[in-house]
């Protein structure tokens, strides 16, 4: 049984009528709309590897990667890999990536979308929480080898059977290339419903564990249309994949699953800077991309000296983060683009600025929702409804926004409200237009530069030190990730005297990924406290900002 309803709350029967009533849910799947690409037109390139790391250069059309879907599908299928199985997906941006996520789109098993930076600790939460029954990874990126931490894996998790290894040498594991079988599609088991869960994403999170993110084909195919018009992608569209390929935003918004499902094509970046994407974007005419606000910046930065033709780029998403006003303004001028703000969340609403928006409204605003019925509510700390234009905390609910997170019940009561709207824990405003302004944050989280920290996990993992008596870690302001992180630290009484360094260290080997391990420290003797006698993460942030502000 694929449907949400099993492992976590879904859209009451009176709304999935409308969205379906509406068209909003058409009753696609991911399967069938690559198959439907593929027959339309099966010889138009679909992804783009420039390759590297070891790999050859690779070019695959729609029809190749339907076939190597369908044979990938096979193989897992022989392997005991089908419905309902999840696969934890830790792949970098390699075709492999597309191979893998459709063929287990097309049996109904959920890919799991980790990202590269993960590190142990993730990655055994995922494989564990979701009784994944195969771990697909590269044999290595930046130094770090898979196929070590995938060993310890394997060999730990009795429902762990299978690792892939879809880039390198596979090692003491089974190479992706072999796991595919010649299969006709016919002899492939029955194609999941559209109501059927797709895969499972990753929040961001402000809990000790990232929460996951239940998504369904219609709900998910129905915001890459979405997107794709808001966003003018066709088939005529080149998009960059930038960012790692499984997060939500350049998978989604619209991202390389809307640039497939309008029959575009996708050219894979192995890396964010302008190094590696300039010369991408002139040698296959990218059109469309997205970005978190640093790189943004650096591309900005990096544009008007560029020896490379950046012509073809008609649009530049940025989200993830707030980007400012200033930035946002250097976009145009710099990168001869239009600059369309996103401001997303993997638990569903997106909203973007149009691309006719005035100049000023896509500079102040974060853009506005994706549909008519996308239900947006700006409430007081008690749900209050605030007059249009206050400041207030953004609750919503629609076609695209999950009802609850995967196999979590007791958190769903407190991040939704009883009648299924998502507490997003983002503070906004919302313009006469219809627009929203992102003003701040009530969850306890970092947003390092578009990659979310939950102060939480970070905390545990401090307290797990040995001479270590509290912990708290709050945002602190950042000239290029406009946040990052800093622990504030007391140490036991009886504790040696040690440096900040070394909680860094022993954050960092307890296998986190890189950007969750505090970008500073400090030892302090006291916390400030509240007038009730809680700690005040208020007062923290202020000192943090005293002391980032008197260094220079
Ligand atoms: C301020 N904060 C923003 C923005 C996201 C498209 C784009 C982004 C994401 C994403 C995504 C912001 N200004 N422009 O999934 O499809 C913060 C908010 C939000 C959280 C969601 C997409 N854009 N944010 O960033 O799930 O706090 O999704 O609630 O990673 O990022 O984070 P995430």
């Known amino acids: 049984n694929l449907s949400p309803g099993k492992d976590a709350p879904t859209w009451p029967q009176e709304f999935a009528e409308r969205y379906r009533a509406a068209g909003w849910w058409r009753g696609e799947t991911f399967g069938g709309m690559l198959r439907e690409r593929a027959a339309e037109h099966p010889d138009r390139v679909a992804i783009v590897d420039p390759g590297g790391n070891g790999a050859p250069a690779r070019r695959w059309t729609y029809g190749e990667l339907d076939r190597r879907a369908d044979r990938l599908a096979a193989g897992l299928l022989a392997r005991g890999i089908g419905k309902g199985d999840k696969v934890v997906v830790q792949l970098p941006n390699i075709a492999e990536f597309f191979e893998t996520v459709f063929a287990l789109f097309r049996i109904g098993a959920l890919p799991v979308f980790a990202l590269p930076a993960h590190r142990e600790t993730e990655i055994r939460y995922f494989c564990e929480f979701t009784e994944a029954a195969a771990y697909v990874i590269p044999q290595q990126v930046g130094g770090f080898d898979y196929r ?3 060993a310890k894996l394997v060999d730990e998790i009795p429902t762990l059977r299978h690792v892939f290894v879809a880039e390198g040498d596979a090692g003491p594991f089974e190479a992706l290339p072999d796991v595919a079988t010649e299969v006709a599609p016919e002899h492939l088991p029955a194609a999941p419903a559209p109501s059927d869960l797709a895969f499972l994403q990753l929040s961001g999170g402000s809990t000790g564990v990232p929460k996951l993110i239940p998504r369904t084909h219609d709900d998910y195919i129905y915001s890459l249309r979405g997107s794709n018009e808001l966003c003018a992608v066709d088939e005529d569209s080149v998009y960059l994949v930038a960012l790692p390929a499984a997060h939500n935003f350049p998978l989604s918004s619209p991202g390389s699953l809307g640039a497939l499902y309008a029959g575009a094509r996708v050219v894979l970046c192995p890396q964010p ?30 544009a008007p000296a560029t020896a490379y033709d950046l012509s073809s780029l008609d649009v530049l998403l940025v989200g993830g983060a707030k980007f400012s006003e200033e930035a946002a303004r250097r976009v145009k001028p710099a990168l001869g683009c239009t600059l369309q703000q996103v401001f997303g969340m993997a638990e569903g609403l997106v909203n973007y600025t149009r691309l006719d928006d005035d100049p000023e409204t896509i500079v102040t605003t974060q853009g506005r929702p994706i549909s008519p019925d996308d239900e947006i509510r700006v409430v007081d700390d008690e749900d209050n409804d605030l007059p249009p234009g206050e400041t207030g905390h953004l609750l919503t609910r629609g076609p695209y926004t999950i009802r609850g997170y995967w196999r979590a019940p007791e958190h769903n009561a407190r991040s939704f409200t009883a009648d299924g709207f ?74 040696e005297p040690m440096r900040p ?20 420290v400090e030892f302090v003797e006291v916390f400030p406290q509240t007038g009730v006698g809680k700690i005040s993460k208020k007062a923290l942030r202020e000192t943090a900002l005293r002391e980032t502000a008197s260094t220079p």
């Open 422 to 495: 998502y507490r997003t824990g983002d503070v906004v405003r919302l313009t006469a237009t219809g627009h929203l302004v992102v003003e701040g944050r009530a969850k306890d989280q970092i947003n390092r530069g578009g990659e979310k920290v939950a102060a939480e996990e970070v905390e545990n993992h401090i307290l797990a030190h040995p001479s270590v008596h509290d912990a708290n870690v709050v945002a602190e302001p950042d000239a290029y990730l406009g946040e990052r992180t800093c622990a504030y630290v007391i140490l036991r009484a009886d504790a």
């Open 273 to 302: 800077g302008p190094e590696a994407a300039f010369p991408l974007i002139e040698s296959e005419g990218v059109t469309i991309t997205g970005l978190v606000p640093p790189l943004a910046l650096l591309w900005t930065e990096a």
């Open 501 to 520: 360094a070394a909680i860094r260290k022993f954050v960092r080997e307890r296998g986190l990924a890189a950007y969750k391990v505090p970008d500073r």
């Open 148 to 150: 070590g931490l995938a």
